[in-house]
Structures are given as C-alpha cells and as structure tokens.
C-alpha cells in the first residue's frame, strides 16, 4: 500500500516568506507526527497529532510555527516569516497505535527547506 | 519522563567486522523500543522493535538487538558489517501512556571501511 507522503520534496524561500509543508500519512493512521532534522543533527520533535485529541505542540521552536490536520488525514505545517535557522529537513511519520498493536512509526522521505 | 541516549555519534568498523550501537533509554513504565535506520538523502525506515514480547529482536539486514532492562539498554548488532550498512541510526523510545509519544537518540553515525 502507499506510504506516507510529503510535498514538496525541496522547497527554496526567501528569508522573511511563509511556506508550507504537506503530510498524507498512511490511510487509517490515527498519530501523525512532524519532526525537523537539521543537518548532521537527529530529530527533533515539534508537533503530534492523536485522533481527535488537542494535538501536542510542545516540540515546536517558536509561534512562527504551526500545524493543522484536517479530517484526521492530511496535515500541513506552516512556518511564517522564514529564518535561516529554519532550514532543515521536515519529517512526517504517523502510526496506527490502537489498531493492531503496530507501534512504530512510518516516515515519509522529508522535504528539505532552504532558506536564502 | 522519557530520553534515550546513544552513545559515540560517529562509529567506524572494517567491512566483516561486529557492529555494535548503543543505546540507553530512561522510562519510568516499561517501553517500546525502536531502532530505524537512515540512509543518505532518505527518510527513515524501521529496522526492529522491541513490544514487550522476546527480549532478542530480530530485524532486517541481519540486525538484531537485545533488550535488558537491568541496564537499561536496547543496543544494536550485527555479526558482519557489509558496506551497505553506512547510514546514520537512531534508537527510538515510546511509552503508551504518554499518548504513543516518539523519543528519538541524537543518532549515530557508521562508517564501514573496507
């Protein structure tokens, strides 16, 4: 079946511009997670989603970012006014916790943001 | 609260030769442990898990680790290194009570040289 997905996979801005990062987890997974990696570094969690519960934000760096997920599937991660320091590579995973004991998470390949 | 530790960020072993990651975790109820693996310019991709069942996991591409709680430890081996092992690993804790939350190492680095 499909995997999780991300678009864009590179994404080029200009400091000071929002983007926005897409997520289509796997169908029926109810956690989906975002994560950034930047470079040479391993992840860092920013935000998860479970099921209808208030998602936990606790990971994300600054109110310049956030995320919605709509309808329980796909998710969008917007950073505004873009720094350099933003530039990494931003991971989606979700997972299926309650429904058949299948605990780990599955990635998607990331999209790279470049800020100039 | 939960944390995993990994340690050396950068390990190097001959082609051939044992392969071994480690990884501490802290969790106050017992675990869900993971090891996923990243190759250059790819997401990341589940190489074991340990779910409360056998304490020996066995995983992909020869690996397989061992969970001890006394030490709490999940480290990672293979027997023989191949060169298509260089990828950066990360260990991975999860506690269902904190809502399947992910706790990820800093990752480790394995060079194999031949």
Same mark, same amino acid.
């Given at each position: 079946?499909?995997?999780?997905?991300?678009?864009?996979?590179?994404? %080029?801005?200009?400091? &000071?511009?929002?983007?926005? /990062? =897409?997520?289509?987890?796997? *169908? @029926?997974? #109810?956690?989906?997670?975002?994560?950034?990696?930047? /470079?040479?570094?391993?992840?860092?969690?920013?935000?998860?989603?479970?099921?209808?519960?208030?998602?936990?934000?606790?990971?994300?760096? *600054?109110?310049?970012?956030?995320?919605?997920?709509? &309808? @329980?599937?796909?998710? #969008?991660? #917007?950073?505004?006014?873009?720094?350099?320091?933003?530039?990494?590579?931003?991971?989606?995973?979700?997972?299926?916790? =309650?429904?058949?004991?299948?605990?780990?998470?599955?990635?998607?390949?990331? #999209?790279?943001?470049? %800020?100039? | 609260?939960?944390?995993?530790?990994?340690?050396?960020?950068?390990?190097?072993?001959?082609?051939?030769?044992?392969?071994?990651?480690?990884?501490?975790?802290?969790?106050?109820?017992?675990?869900?442990?993971?090891?996923?693996?990243?190759?250059?310019?790819?997401?990341?991709?589940?190489?074991?898990?340990?779910?409360?069942?056998?304490?020996?996991?066995?995983?992909?591409?020869?690996?397989?680790?061992?969970?001890?709680?006394?030490?709490?430890?999940?480290?990672?081996?293979?027997?023989?290194?191949?060169?298509?092992?260089?990828?950066?690993?990360?260990?991975?804790?999860?506690?269902?009570?904190?809502?399947?939350?992910?706790?990820?190492?800093?990752?480790?680095?394995?060079?194999?040289?031949?």
């Amino acid at each position: 079946g499909a995997g999780v997905s991300q678009s864009p996979s590179n994404k %080029v801005t200009e400091k &000071g511009k929002d983007v926005e /990062l =897409r997520c289509d987890p796997i *169908s @029926g997974h #109810t956690a989906l997670y975002w994560y950034r990696q930047s /470079l040479g570094q391993g992840l860092e969690f920013l935000i998860y989603f479970q099921g209808n519960s208030a998602p936990d934000k606790s990971g994300l760096p *600054s109110d310049r970012f956030s995320a919605e997920r709509t &309808g @329980g599937s796909v998710s #969008t991660l #917007t950073i505004q006014r873009t720094q350099q320091e933003d530039s990494a590579v931003y991971l989606c995973a979700s997972s299926s916790p =309650r429904k058949t004991g299948d605990y780990e998470q599955y990635f998607g390949p990331g #999209t790279r943001l470049t %800020v100039t | 609260a939960q944390s995993v530790t990994q340690l050396g960020s950068h390990v190097s072993v001959s082609e051939g030769a044992l392969v071994l990651l480690r990884c501490n975790y802290s969790s106050s109820v017992p675990p869900y442990l993971f090891w996923y693996v990243q190759y250059p310019n790819q997401g990341l991709q589940l190489l074991l898990k340990y779910t409360s069942a056998a304490t020996l996991v066995k995983g992909i591409n020869g690996f397989e680790a061992e969970f001890k709680k006394s030490e709490t430890s999940f480290h990672l081996t293979k027997p023989s290194a191949h060169m298509s092992d260089a990828a950066e690993y990360f260990c991975a804790v999860s506690v269902r009570d904190t809502g399947n939350q992910f706790y990820f190492g800093t990752g480790t680095s394995l060079t194999v040289i031949p």
